[in-house]
């Protein structure tokens, strides 16, 4: 997995685990496993809304892999899609997502769907300020202190 457990003590209090463990799903976006990709962004579409009021944009970055670089689709949804206006095509980006899959007519579809972006070289972190603030670090409780 992603994660490890903190090893700083020879016993782990359960509450301590619980809050540990919400922690790091957190900040993987709901999840225990997120994946990554590195490239240069390549384009970037408008944003469109459908009438359901479900809002998506798409980025597609360019991975290099061998001689073949791979051109790679991300979607972002809802409030992720702001995630995207601060780029332009030529950035170089890690964006962190997590894939989707669903079946629609005995057809079976994937998608990539990115909810944080790093630019490289820029040290900025595009994702980090949308993200809500993170649960507490055990060790920010005395042993009696119930986090929630």
């Given at each position: ?5 903190p090893t700083t003590t020879n016993t782990i209090h359960s509450k301590q685990l619980f809050t540990y463990v919400l922690a ?34 798409e980025m597609v970055v360019i991975v290099e892999d061998g001689k073949y670089p791979q051109e790679i689709n991300v979607e ?73």
């Amino acid at each position: 997995m992603g994660w490890q457990l903190p090893t700083t003590t020879n016993t782990i209090h359960s509450k301590q685990l619980f809050t540990y463990v919400l922690a790091h799903i957190e900040q993987k976006g709901g999840s225990l496993v997120a994946y990554e990709l590195t490239g240069k962004i390549k384009l970037i579409q408008e944003a469109k809304t459908f009438d359901s009021g479900f809002t998506k944009r798409e980025m597609v970055v360019i991975v290099e892999d061998g001689k073949y670089p791979q051109e790679i689709n991300v979607e972002f949804v809802q409030d992720k899609v702001s995630l995207l206006d601060a780029l332009q095509p030529g950035q170089e980006v890690t964006v962190t997502f997590d894939i989707r899959g669903r079946e629609y007519n005995g057809r079976y579809f994937n998608n990539l769907q990115g909810w944080k972006i790093d630019t490289l070289g820029a040290g900025s972190n595009v994702g980090q300020e949308e993200q809500p603030p993170p649960y507490p670090e055990p060790s920010d409780f005395e042993n009696d202190d119930i986090p929630f």
